[in-house]
């Protein structure tokens, strides 16, 4: 995460999809406003970190939204 921009601001979340799988993620910004003391950006990375972070997972597709616990 450091190589691609986003260590600064990145957060390993354990969260829970809308059908109850539970995971862990890297968790890029936040729009709870109950979570603002977790130090979350409540903005997106910049499209070329987030993309550099894409390709070093080797992920495809977009991101996703998840509800954390």
Known sequence: ???TGVLSYARVRRIETPKGKYFWCIAL???DP???GE???TH???EASYKALKEALGKDGP???YRAI
């Open 63 to 65: 991101p996703h939204w």
């Open 1 to 3: 995460m450091a190589v």
């Open 44 to 46: 997106a990375p910049s």
């Open 39 to 41: 130090r979350l950006s």
């Open 29 to 31: 910004a936040c729009d």
């Open 34 to 36: 109950f979570a603002a």
